[in-house]
């Protein structure tokens, strides 16, 4: 079987299930004919062409706006932002309109729409081309919010997205768009939580490029006879707590790794989860390692570098955590 | 104990560093900060101090050599670590400085670091086996007594328990707390569960091939032996999937189903059976399988298993067929509703079409709660189970 990129997955599910479903439209900026700014709708426009691949203005309000109404009249709209950084326009749409449509209308409408989302920060990216934004999203009810680390999952975890009848923020992280290859799996490996690494001394919550980041340093605390359990949510919204709850069982210690910032963010939320779920395993206070409280990602390589976990970070934290 | 000194981080743009020259020898007594070597970088030539107070054992990293930020460099022999090993500080030559500003949340660990604390695990285990953990020597940060330090004393005390008394040339041995749990479980599984019994032999050449082209590249990178156990696993997980009676346990309120695949793996240990729990099974690559029952196995085998690590359990899985057997009649494991066993696989000749040819065949031995389910659901299930190790071939993915 062939290894493909994350960037290759993405755009092997889209094609494969716009030629499987016509009601599959793709909208957003320069998704037409330039294929993307990252290239993941390339040759789309070419092989449906412009009625099924639709650029967009530089108006996000209008994209997501403009995909609900497709949604609510039948078609299946798969919605790109071009960067998450840029998302903000539309939160009216996605939290005011697509994420209480179902509940509003008690059952009687839904919004099948995916929203595609590039995160993350990049050398070179600075404020708006490098946030996280998952804490936003997956704060709201009436969302599903998945966040893919591998080819496999994007490709797996994007069909069931398109399949599904409510909307969905499909966060993807764009620094792993070309960076990892992986083969296919024929079926879906599931959507919930699932063991990256098993290990038995510290239970570490990582996802998008922090999920490396940690195999890495996990492989290297190894060397030292430390024993790291990586756990990889998968879907953040709603979150899948058992595997979570079964490590800590296993482990008694626990860390979250995430490069947007700690105030409020998706590991307050694992954290609180343990707490109230399984105090009497805990057998150490639980960490947090996240990006800084700064406004943005900066522009100067040196500081932006410093704005994301590093390895040695994460080996010195997860060093502490075994020793306790 | 033996620690690593490793490459710090010398200023926040600065991934490597170039050894210029060891200041000590191996042997040598060092004292915490004394100046242990001198590294070039782009920005920084400077002198690092030793993290550690204790005697130069290995070093690592020769003179002349580039490494990347955190790789071991160097090892000691340290008598106590007093204190969590932090990287030694340096002054950059740059203008930024080498804290880095990425937010790691402070624990306590800070604010109670001389007050050793009992935490809410060691708590309520010291609770469960009626330990005093004050009495306990503790090996965690500054002496205090880990959630590991309450399940080994606990461990001791129940084997400590154990007393045989010769008479004549006989021996009558109490038996471990362990062997009489076994014994109970199973007088209660025979007397309370009508187990049925089915075997299905199934044709595992492909699954020969594949394993044969990936366990070499298997235990570099992973560090243990890719067996044919997981693959077995992924295909008892798929029939489960596809027969969702069978994941259940006959109570007196009535049949419950589970939702979820957690599968009891058995480990022949040597004080006995044990039987922890693969949980959440359903989801993992036959890679992660492995990893997880090797991680059980080795916890099972040292005896450090907690009673978490067995509850839950919704089917068996037990892979006789390392022991030898080509046919076993398991006993169920109660509450769950059945137990499956892989036999020994062994090349044999059989029909293939028209011919007759050399083929890698095993059984699959399954015994059911016949009170949940009847010989049709547990046919179709093993047709699954089967299906699947008919189907593995060279090329199929493991990771």
Known sequence: ?324 | MSVAVTMPQLGEAVAEATIDHWLKKVGDSVRRFEPLLEVLTEKVNTEIPSPYSGVLTEIVTPEGTTVRVGETIARFEVTEVSETPREPKVEPAGLFPSETPVAVVPGPSQLTADLPALSPAVRRLAADYGIDPRALRGTGQGGRVTRHDVIRAANAHRHTGATSDAVDDREVVAPTALRRAIAERMVESIRTIPHAWMMVEADVTGLVRLRQGVKADFVRREGFDLTYFPFFVKAVIEGLRQQPTLNASWTEQGIVRWHRINLGVAVAADEGLLVPVLRAADGMSVAGIARAVHELASRARSGDLTPEDMREGTFTVNNTGALGSIVSMPIINPPQSGIITMETIAARPTVVGEGIAIRHLVNLSFSFDHRIADGLVAGRFMQVVRSVMTSYQPGDPVY
């Not at chain 1, 499987?20 to 957003?28: F, M, T």
């Not at chain 1, 996990?218 to 990889?232: F, M, R, T």
């Not at chain 1, 990602?297 to 010195?316: G, H, K, N, S, Y």
């Open chain 1, 1 to 324: 079987m062939i290894a493909v990129t994350m960037l290759e997955a993405i755009r092997q599910v889209l094609r494969e299930e716009m030629a499987a479903d016509e009601r599959v439209v793709v909208l957003g900026e320069d998704v037409g004919p330039r294929g993307g700014v990252f290239q993941t709708t390339a040759g789309l426009f070419q092989e449906f062409g412009p009625n099924r691949v639709l650029d967009t203005p530089l108006a996000e309000s209008g994209i997501v706006g403009a995909a609900i109404g497709m949604a609510v009249a039948g078609l299946r709209p798969v919605a790109e932002i071009q960067f998450a950084d840029f998302i903000h326009p539309a939160i009216n749409q996605i939290i005011n309109e697509a994420a209480k449509l179902r509940y509003r209308s008690a059952g009687a409408w839904t919004c099948p729409m995916v929203v595609r989302v590039p995160y993350g920060a990049v050398h070179g990216g600075g404020l708006y081309h490098g946030q996280s934004v998952e804490s936003l999203f997956c704060h709201v009810p009436g969302l599903t919010v998945y966040a893919p680390s591998t080819p496999n999952d994007a490709y797996h975890l994007l069909r069931h997205a398109m399949h599904g009848d409510d909307p969905v923020i499909f966060l993807e992280p764009k620094r792993l768009y070309a960076s990892v290859r992986q083969a296919l799996d024929a079926s879906c490996p599931g959507t919930g939580a699932v063991v990256s690494r098993a290990g038995r001394d510290v239970t570490v919550v990582a996802y998008g490029f922090m999920l490396h980041a940690v195999l890495d340093a996990a492989e290297q605390l190894a060397a030292e006879g430390l024993s790291i359990e990586v756990l990889d949510p998968r879907r953040l919204r709603p979150f899948d707590a058992e595997p979570l709850f079964a490590s800590v069982r296993k482990t008694g210690r626990l860390c979250i790794v995430h490069e947007d910032n700690a105030t409020c963010g998706f590991g307050a939320e694992v954290a609180a989860l343990v707490a109230e779920h399984a105090l009497f395993e805990l057998d150490a206070p639980i960490r947090r390692i996240t990006g800084p409280e700064i406004p943005g990602v900066p522009f100067a390589p040196v500081l932006a570098q410093a704005a994301v976990p590093a390895v040695a970070d994460i080996i010195r934290v997860l060093r502490d955590l075994c020793l306790y």
